[in-house]
């Protein structure tokens, strides 16, 4: 690849095999994805997001039996090459009997069903991807892998070190303005004395220095952040485990003004200390 051009990844297979899964992780890395594409259409897509992002975007293309007759264009176009970008044209397959197996579960006719068994449009899909198996840089058997392994093993073959790091988001909120629900933690800092009652700082946020050296001196502050902060880097081990590179931690108090965004930038600016990839938003800042 070169450094003008991100990649470009065309993903096709057999139905069941994983395609979909492999299209949210490569969004989840940071790649342009688009479903169900007849390969005719290739250049275009590539060509307007290198206009509306430019060329180093990394591109996700998912192609399926859906396009029929289209795949030929699929590898004349892939052979003459796509505006300098580097392709990898990734194929997962599995077994008759575990692609059987999830589509029944799904309650889904496979597209070259018709009016037989599902066995056989899995046979005539087959057929119609031979060629394309065969030319694929490539080849990810799902027979045995999990939704975590198979999200791992894409993760291993197009991530990098920036797009698969943990990135954790630290929200400040108010509590008299509704909970996050999207929250993967949760603290409450009405624990602390509140300095809406002291007139000098009743004005302030918890972002300006005197309000936040207030509350991170009360009593309990440094016995929270002492205690908090390592579940949450001890958390971060079993995320990476489970493929997970989105953490939403959210710290409450009652209008989400002073206590919980000191609190926020606090707990933010010890996790970017330790190396992780943390970012503050005070949701409810302002609103008063």
């Not at 994983?18 to 992780?25: F, L, N, P, V, Y």
């Amino acid at each position: 690849m070169s450094e003008q051009t991100g990649p470009l990844v065309v993903v096709t297979g057999m139905t069941g095999a994983g395609r979909s899964t492999a299209a949210k992780e490569l969004e989840d890395l940071g790649f342009f994805v688009v479903d169900n594409l007849p390969p005719s259409l290739l250049r275009d897509v590539v060509r307007l997001v290198d206009g509306s992002r430019g060329p180093r975007q990394p591109v996700a293309v998912v192609v399926d039996v859906r396009s029929g007759s289209f795949f030929e264009s699929l590898q004349v176009t892939l052979a003459e090459g796509i505006e300098g970008r580097q392709s990898t044209l990734l194929f997962l397959e599995s077994s008759d009997e575990v692609l059987v197996r999830r589509q029944e579960a799904a309650r889904r006719p496979h597209p070259l069903q018709g009016t037989g068994r599902l066995l056989d449009g899995l046979q005539r899909e087959r057929a119609v991807l031979a060629d394309l198996r065969g030319e694929a840089d490539l080849v990810i058997d799902t027979t045995a892998l999990n939704v975590h392994q198979l999200t791992a093993r894409i993760r291993e073959a197009f991530g990098s070190e920036e797009s698969t790091r943990l990135r954790i988001r630290v929200i400040s909120f108010g509590f008299k303005y509704g909970i996050p629900v999207d929250a993967d933690f949760m603290a409450d800092m009405r624990f602390l004395p509140n300095p809406h009652w002291i007139p000098e700082l009743r004005p302030g946020t918890g972002r300006d220095p005197e309000v936040s050296a207030y509350v991170l001196s009360q009593p309990g502050a440094a016995e929270f952040l002492d205690g908090y902060l390592p579940v949450l880097r001890g958390v971060t081990d079993g995320y990476a485990r489970e493929g997970k590179r989105f953490m939403r931690v959210a710290i409450g108090c009652t209008g989400g003004k002073h206590r919980s965004v000191a609190m926020t930038e606090e707990i933010a600016r010890r996790l970017v200390d330790d190396g992780f990839h943390a970012t503050t938003t005070h949701r409810d800042l302002g609103r008063e």
